[in-house]
């Protein structure tokens, strides 16, 4: 992770917190309901959307708030971007730079379980080709260290046969990077 996750998911809660007019501890505990209710466990995102749904029905029942729910969820994740642009590890950019400039002819990506996109980052775009999210379809619900996500970056890479000589993970979490492997 190039950005500390806590402070810039606490960013973005704040904002939609402050959005919706909402408790930042309500919406919280909304997103642990959410994710804690019984049958298949929904992604952060989609609890985090169903966590809003839930605050928009108790103010006006009257109908959906699914679509104002993503809506809100949408501007979250902006602001999720935008706090990690502005909080970058330092050194990290100019790192990133340098392995692009130094290998080319390389593909970059990032491999996330979560929704941090470089990609929307200004500092980081043009460093990375692509972000794969363990949230992604056909990923969802293998998190890494599971294979998944590393499998689903090489593809899109056009790795067919991945091998050790093929591919090199720079992870921040020997368990949630690595155990698979």
Known sequence: TLWPTGPVVRAANAKLASALG?????????????RSAGGP?????????????SFLLERDPSGSRRAEAEGFFEMWLA???AAAGRLLFEGAAEA????R??????????????RGDPLAMPALAACFDFSVS????????ERKPAAAPFLAALRRAGVQR?????????????INDAREF
């Open 22 to 34: 909402a408790d930042e501890d309500d919406l919280q505990a909304r997103l642990k309901d959410a």
């Open 41 to 53: 466990k929904p992604s952060y995102s989609e609890a985090r959307i169903i966590a809003v749904e």
């Open 79 to 81: 602001e999720r971007h």
């Open 96 to 99: 990133v730079a340098a392995v």
């Open 101 to 114: 400039r130094d290998h080319p002819a390389a593909v970059l990506a990032a491999v996330t379980n979560g």
């Open 134 to 141: 363990a949230e992604d379809g056909g990923i969802y619900p």
């Open 162 to 174: 991945p091998t050790p000589a093929s591919w090199c993970h720079v992870g921040d979490d020997l």
